[in-house]
């Protein structure tokens, strides 16, 4: 089961990893193994964390520090201060206003000719994926294309 946690993560797959982690926390609470119950939930406040549980999170990450502190390992503790800080704020506090700034959205000259400028853009896009297709120890001795101007 480890070996394929150890994948699951290894692979970014936090979400899928989850079951995993919380059957190794159930055995090694069955078992009454504490270091590895406070590992596995250091495991699994990290992974609730990539997945965005930050409230779950942190509230397994309390849980695994206290065991750990138990055990003596004060400074394993400490490597997950940042899931306990991570709580979120009040909810009088979560939301404050953003000050508002202009938008600056480009328009194209009104003197450009669209159907130039779409020749132009077309041409560099097939030129541009030319050179991109070609290996890379090419790539070197070949001028990348030139984006055009003045459209």
């Known amino acids: 089961m480890m070996s394929q946690l150890d994948a699951l993560i290894s692979r ?83 939301f404050e206003p953003v000050e508002e700034r202009p938008l600056h959205i480009p328009t194209p000259d009104p003197r450009a000719d669209p159907r130039r400028a779409a020749q132009l853009s077309t041409q560099y896009n097939e030129d541009l994926a030319r050179w991109n297709a070609l290996p890379w120890w090419k790539r070197r001795t070949v001028k990348k294309p030139v984006r055009p101007t003045g459209i």
């Open 12 to 94: 970014g797959v936090s979400a899928e990893a989850l079951p995993l982690v919380e059957t190794a926390a159930r055995v090694s609470r069955d078992l009454g193994d504490s270091e590895g119950l406070a590992t596995t939930l250091a495991v699994k406040a990290t992974l609730l964390e990539r997945v965005g549980r930050l409230p779950e999170a942190a509230r397994v990450a309390e849980e695994a520090a206290s065991l750990l502190e138990e055990l003596g390992l004060g400074d394993v503790a400490r490597q997950l201060d940042y899931l306990l800080s991570s709580r979120p704020a009040p909810a009088d506090r979560q």
